[in-house]
């Protein structure tokens, strides 16, 4: 399956912006989703998962209340929308495909899109 995530860019502290990812090549319903995250210089982080069918969510502690996954199964796309919005979201956001149930961890996960900057100004 192939993966395109758009939708980042420059927002202000405690602003919002919805990411998208569109999924092609694959049947999308087959895949457990997540998004993940790389600040400069940073580890990729683990930002929040979704099953298949899109009935289970699990988020990384600290976007709990603050972001929500969803899927789209019927348009192929997963989404992220986060609000209130930190500096400290300063990231490329990734989406990516496993065939695990809410898997955490990147290995875990064998496809990948390219990436979306986001960018939060204080």
């Known amino acids: 399956v192939q993966l395109q995530a758009s939708g980042g860019g420059l927002v202000q502290a405690g602003g919002s912006l919805r990411l998208s990812c569109a999924a092609s090549?694959?049947?999308?319903?087959?895949?457990?989703m997540g998004w993940f995250r790389q600040a400069p210089g940073k580890e990729h982080e683990f930002v929040s998962a979704i099953s298949r069918g899109g009935n289970l969510k699990h988020y990384r502690e600290s976007m709990k209340g603050r972001f929500t996954i969803s899927r789209d199964n019927a348009k192929n796309t997963l989404y992220l929308q986060m609000n209130s919005l930190k500096p400290e979201d300063t990231a490329v956001y990734y989406c990516a495909a496993s065939r695990g149930v809410l898997a955490t961890t990147k290995a875990e996960y064998g496809y990948w899109g390219q990436g979306t900057q986001v960018t939060v100004s204080s």
């Open positions: 090549g694959g049947t999308f319903s087959d895949y457990g």
